[in-house]
């Protein structure tokens, strides 16, 4: 048992060393050769040559490589629907919650796009649903992909999440007149009297698109309310309450 032990042990330790001697190799290469690696990275997703990028990588190119608008190669698979390529990165475990210079993740793009199966797949290897900024239960309320909101919302996604306006998903979808999300929000208990930075709720939203009456009459069954009748609630509110006025006196009978 001890032989096996010290063999398996020794294994381990050739197999540690014999990575780490390959990772310094790379690393000590001229600058002009990694300037060279990231060009030819560069070529094959422009082209998208699946079988080149993962060559790449299997040459030690790091997964999380970006490229000059900041994306990541996941990012990017999943922007231009590369899903061979998809599958290959996440088996190389990169950072899921990498941010580009917009501030999205792959995930908040899948949202977007309306890509369930990368949204499914990206949730279940760990990628955040709930972050500050635009979470991805915004993007996919805001650009019509119920699937995509039922599925967050099934994960856990806060349905009352706002963005960096102070927008919520049903605010973003009735500003839109996306009226099945509405609908599908407001049935997972979703806020309709959440105001955004300009005091301006899901019912206010939903006025100002054209050809909106479904969604409008959805909220006020929900019981919205404009941002603006909130204001004139409140001013009543904050208004000092009315002193008893002196009742006049009874003159005094002539004695």
């Known amino acids: 048992m001890k032989q096996f032990r010290y063999a398996a042990a020794s294994s381990l330790a050739r197999s540690c060393l014999a990575r780490f001697l390959f990772l310094s190799c790379l690393t000590a290469l001229p600058l002009s050769a990694q300037a060279g690696a990231y060009e030819d990275m560069e070529t094959a997703m422009i082209r998208r040559n699946t079988s080149d990028v993962i060559d790449l990588l299997k040459r030690g190119m790091d997964v999380n490589t970006v490229d000059r608008q900041g994306d990541t190669l996941l990012i990017q698979a999943v922007r231009e629907d590369m899903p061979e390529l998809f599958d290959a990165l996440l088996k190389r475990r990169p950072r899921l919650d990498f941010r580009n210079r917009s501030g ?14 990368y949204v499914r797949q990206l949730a279940e290897a760990g990628a955040r649903i709930d972050f500050p900024g635009w979470p991805p239960l915004a993007y996919a309320a805001f650009n019509n992909h119920p699937q995509v909101v039922e599925y967050l919302i099934e994960k856990g996604a806060n349905v009352n999440a706002r963005t960096e306006t102070g927008a919520t998903p049903l605010f973003l979808a009735a500003r839109y007149g996306h009226t099945d ?9 979703a806020d309709p009297s959440i105001a955004d930075q300009r005091q301006e709720t899901a019912i206010d939203a939903a006025q100002k698109a054209e ?13 919205a309310r404009s941002g603006k009748d909130k204001d004139k609630d409140a001013g009543k509110d904050n ?9 006049p006196q009874p003159a005094a009978s002539p004695t």
């Open 104 to 117: 999205e993740t792959a995930i908040s793009i899948a949202a977007y796009l309306g890509k369930l199966e």
């Open 181 to 189: 999300i509405v609908k599908l929000l407001l049935k997972h208990h």
């Open 211 to 223: 050809n909106n009456g479904a969604t409008i009459e959805l909220l006020r069954a929900a019981g």
């Open 239 to 247: 208004e000092p309450e009315a002193q008893p006025q002196p009742q």
